[in-house]
């Protein structure tokens, strides 16, 4: 089953960065202890959702300060929004859902033997949509996960010049969010959705000061 998160830290200063890891392991071990399976089917329906819920927009950051609209692609060009869902009672970890329709599909970063993993939602029946920055000029930048910290990874718009942009969830009041993968195994399989085989889930998280 390999190694589940220790979320005990021991001789480490007691600072905001320690108690944030601490606060996302416990959020991570109560999310896996609720059911989460190892092999997943997933495909869920707005129409089926009982709670109330809040929408934020997926955007990554140019460093000159202005925001790039993520999208998710299918392999005719058909673009479909990006959101990040917070439940209307808490938003420490909200899932992160390309919109087809009635439709919510994961959005998660695969395993790849490539240096930068890459970052799609999964259909009901394995088909998978590419994520995507959009420039002001229209060109398209890949969403990957660039690097691994421990249980999390780290999601970034790669420009054709190899510079990294953030990617952040943006609520309608201005408030940020980081969009990370997270994983709950210390192995490089975290699970099976629809018969992809998935490295991490992608979430939007507080953003560490």
């Given at each position: 089953?390999?190694?589940?998160i220790n979320?005990?830290?021991?001789?480490?200063?007691?600072?905001?960065?320690?108690?944030?890891?601490?606060?996302?392991?416990?959020?991570?071990?109560?999310?896996?202890?609720?059911?989460?399976?190892?092999?997943?089917?997933?495909?869920?329906s707005l129409?089926?959702?009982?709670?109330?819920?809040?929408?934020?927009?997926?955007?990554?950051?140019?460093?000159?300060?202005?925001?790039?609209?993520?999208?998710?692609?299918?392999?005719?060009?058909?673009?479909?929004?990006?959101?990040?869902?917070?439940?209307?009672?808490?938003?420490?970890?909200?899932?992160?859902?390309?919109?087809?329709?009635?439709?919510?599909?994961?959005?998660?970063?695969?395993?790849?033997?490539?240096?930068?993993?890459?970052?799609?939602?999964?259909?009901?029946?394995?088909?998978?949509?590419?994520?995507?920055?959009?420039?002001?000029?229209?060109?398209?930048?890949?969403?990957?996960?660039?690097?691994?910290?421990?249980?999390?990874?780290?999601?970034?718009?790669?420009?054709?010049?190899?510079?990294?942009?953030?990617?952040?969830?943006?609520?309608?009041?201005?408030?940020?969010?980081?969009?990370?993968?997270?994983?709950?195994?210390?192995?490089?399989?975290?699970?099976?959705?629809?018969?992809?085989?998935?490295?991490?889930?992608?979430?939007?998280?507080?953003?560490?000061?």
């Open positions: 089953m390999g190694q589940i979320f005990v830290l021991i001789n480490e200063p007691v600072c905001m960065r320690t108690l944030y890891k601490i606060f996302l392991n416990i959020i991570l071990l109560l999310f896996m202890v609720s059911g989460a399976p190892q092999i997943e089917n997933t495909s869920l129409d089926t959702q009982n709670r109330q819920q809040i929408i934020w927009h997926i955007k990554a950051i140019h460093p000159d300060g202005y925001t790039l609209d993520v999208k998710a692609f299918d392999d005719k060009g058909n673009k479909f929004d990006v959101k990040a869902i917070q439940d209307s009672t808490q938003r420490y970890i909200m899932d992160v859902k390309a919109f087809m329709g009635s439709k919510e599909l994961p959005v998660k970063v695969l395993v790849s033997e490539e240096a930068y993993k890459p970052v799609v939602a999964i259909d009901e029946k394995g088909n998978v949509y590419e994520i995507k920055a959009i420039d002001k000029s229209g060109q398209f930048l890949s969403v990957k996960g660039v690097r691994k910290s421990g249980y999390i990874v780290h999601i970034k718009a790669l420009d054709p010049g190899g510079e990294f942009y953030g990617v952040k969830a943006i609520s309608s009041t201005g408030k940020l969010n980081d969009v990370k993968g997270v994983k709950m195994y210390d192995k490089r399989l975290e699970t099976i959705l629809n018969g992809v085989e998935v490295h991490a889930h992608v979430v939007a998280l507080p953003q560490i000061q």
